[in-house]
Structure formats: C-alpha cells, structure tokens
C-alpha cells in the first residue's frame, strides 16, 4: 500500500491532467488512480495510490505544496500513508458476533491497525478481550448517569488516540456532541430491517410480515440515528420454512461480513464521505 490521496472537487475539464501533471513533476510512480463523477450534482472524485518509495521530499513540504495546488483548483482532499497504522476501538454490549469476526481478521492480518481496547456497558464480553489480550472497560450505564458514562468513553478513546471507533452491536445511542467529535470515524452495524422493522425483535417481527429478504448496512455515525452514509450493504434470500431463530442466525452471519467489509475499506482509506452518500472506491 502505498501514499492515498482522496480528492473530490466540482468536475472539470483537465482535472486528471492536472492532478497526475503535480505528482509527475515531483518524481512520483502513481501506483493505482480511481476515478468517479457523479453527473447528477456535477462532483468529482479520485483516489490516487503513489509509490511510497518514489518520496524524495519531507512529507509537510509534499502536504504543504498540495495543498496550495489544491487551493487554486478548488479540490477538498487527504492524504494517508502506509506507514501510519490506525488504531480501532471497539464498542459492544452483549452480542458477541461482531467482536469475535472483527478480533479474528484482525489477528490473522486481515484488517490492518491496532486494537488497544474494547468498551461496554456490561462485563459479559470481557473473557473475548482476554482471549485477545486487549484491555477491556466496563462502564454501565442508566438515563440518569449516560452523560458521565459517555464523557468517560469519549476520555478512553482520547487516553488510547483512538482514530476509528466501530460499533460492534453497541445498543446504546450516542450524542450528538461525541458523534460530531469523530465525525466520519464512527462506523455502526445494524439489521437491515430499519426503518420497516425498529426497535426490539426485528427478527420475531420479519418473521411475522413472512419477510422474504434480510440483512446489514453499515454507515457512519451521524446525529440522526441511523441516517449516516452507507457504506456497506448485503442480502440474503430466506423462506416461510425459516424459524425467527434462522433469521437472527442468518442476520448475525451478514452483520459479521458486512461490518468487516466497511471496516477494511474505511482502514485501507477507500472512502470519500458526500454529504449523506459514500463514494467506496474497490
């Protein structure tokens, strides 16, 4: 993997020439270059892989010389190096599905980044943590106490520089002050039922309806419960023959997967955030 540069901007005439023209003029082998315009709001966007090994100057005079270039041509962007491995925290309650498949891939090198600690408002998945060695608080919570509960979570995320939190079947809503303090890097999981099928026993309930698809979206956090930009989504066909305790099984295996897939590519920086859409480049 080597530097990512997402770049989004109003689409133009000459912008990829222009683009390619500044990191050609700095000596710079473009590894990969993904493109994409939206036509019906006229917006551009781009992400460009270049060879690490290609950088002949300092990182802020590279940041500092883009960043002018991208002043005249209009462009929002970031930049990202493969030498910087982000670190992840995870957020749980009971369910333990999510966790295990996120710890899993993440020891067998599958997601890249560091786990320094996991949080919960009930000790029930403390063993997991140990299984993996990774500090595990329990910090409950009721209506009365949320607010300090979740000063402290946010005081954790602070304490372990945390850059992505994932809500792994983490049942609590969180304020709008803490989602707009990580902004883009809250990533939630939750059945795809919403909003036909909200609150307790989604599945009991699709079974009831004699639903005949189910599955997972995966977004980021927003103020508004469960209206963030999706990032990744997935289906499965089920049957009348199907019992509610099929569906939350089956439910369970397509959170898992999808969860994993958004994670991966928000860490392997493959996203561009447009207002309530993702652009997620493959």
């Not at 023959?241 to 439910?251: A, M, N, Q, T």
């Amino acid at each position: 993997m080597g530097i990512v540069f997402l770049i989004q901007s109003t689409d133009r005439k000459g912008l990829v020439s222009s683009i390619s023209t500044f990191f050609y003029e700095r000596g710079f082998n473009i590894l990969k270059c993904q493109q994409h315009t939206d036509t019906s709001t006229g917006q551009y966007f781009m992400r460009v892989v270049l060879d690490l090994a290609s950088l002949t100057m300092a990182r802020r005079t590279l940041e500092e010389e883009f960043a002018e270039f991208a002043k005249r041509l209009e462009l929002s962007w970031s930049v990202h190096y493969p030498d910087y491995v982000q670190r992840m925290a995870i957020l749980v309650t009971k369910a333990s599905h999510c966790l295990y498949d996120l710890l899993f891939r993440w020891q067998e090198g599958e997601l890249r980044c560091e786990i320094p600690v996991i949080i919960s408002n009930h000790p029930n998945l403390e063993y997991i943590a140990d299984r993996f060695r990774i500090p595990f608080h329990c910090l409950p919570v009721t209506k009365e106490t949320k607010p300090q509960q979740e000063a402290e979570i946010r005081r954790l995320l602070r304490q372990y520089h945390i850059d992505l939190v994932v809500l792994a079947r983490y049942m609590q809503i969180l304020s709008k002050e803490f989602v707009e303090e990580y902004a883009g890097r809250i990533i939630n999981i939750h059945h795809a039922f919403l909003p036909a099928f909200q609150g307790a026993n989604p599945y009991q309930r699709a079974y009831e309806r004699g639903v005949k698809m189910i599955g997972a979206t995966a977004h980021y956090a927003t103020a508004e419960l469960d209206e963030g930009p999706i990032i990744e989504q997935d289906v499965e066909r089920v049957t009348h023959e199907d019992s509610p305790e099929d569906l939350s099984r089956i439910g369970r295996d397509i959170e898992r997967i999808v969860l994993a897939r958004a994670v991966k590519a928000h860490l392997e920086h493959r996203i561009i955030i447009s207002g309530r859409r993702t652009i997620v480049f493959s």
